[in-house]
């Protein structure tokens, strides 16, 4: 538990870090505490899963890590690439939420006739066409990476509330805050590259997008948890696991 709570210490203790040194637009403690934050959550993940870690899971892992060390070293010059680097997560993430969703309706039949959930689709294609509008200026090949993302970002969408309407555990509750952090943190990653003096919105994006690490570390505990010992009783381990 010590080791665990000492990784958790270093990850928040970076982000604080982090976040104040937007605030106060201190670049050397933001080259200081921005290196710590992806590390130090990984590791509380390889400690909690006891070892056991997930190949794709490390990879978007260490594929956000370098999108993070492109743009630390320079935002604008290393736009694609970190779009590039952030965007991959983003596969492997909707190929789990896939998984996810296979299993589970290997347990029942999805049922979609809440409002509340087509009013969450019309919302996400609102965000995702009034988002593309909105950098309708840039490079081609910027504008179809914004493309993927808002597709990704879509599907993860649907996919995660349609679970979450269907079911309740704490592996889709870590899910759905995972999706909607990126969700945020995406758009608001847009809105403040487009206005860079307004400081609010740069913060919104980074801390939603430095606690969505935490989340998806979160959700794949959780999900790693629930293969390692019993497959085939998700929803009894699922309610044994304490928080």
Known sequence: MANLNSALVFYFGALILY???????????????RPIIIPSIYYFYFISVKGRINLLFSISILSFFIG??????SASDFLIQGLICFGIPYFIVTYFLCQDFLYYLNKKKYEINSISFYIIILLLFYLLYNVLSFINESSQLEFS?????GILLFVMGILTFLIQFNFNNRTILYMVLMVSSFIV??????????MKDVIALKLINVISQQLSYCLFVGYFIYRTRFKI?????F?????????
């Not at 993070?68 to 070293?73: A, N």
């Not at 990476?145 to 993302?149: L, S, V």
């Open 68 to 73: 993070e060390i492109l743009y630390l070293i």
């Open 235 to 243: 929803l009894r381990i699922e309610s044994e696991i304490t928080p």
């Open 19 to 33: 976040v104040l040194s937007i605030f106060f637009d201190s670049p050397n403690l933001e080259l200081f505490s």
């Open 145 to 149: 990476i914004y493309i993927i993302y």
């Open 229 to 233: 010992y019993e497959k085939n009783n």
């Open 185 to 194: 943190s995406d758009l608001f990653f847009i809105f403040s590259t487009k």
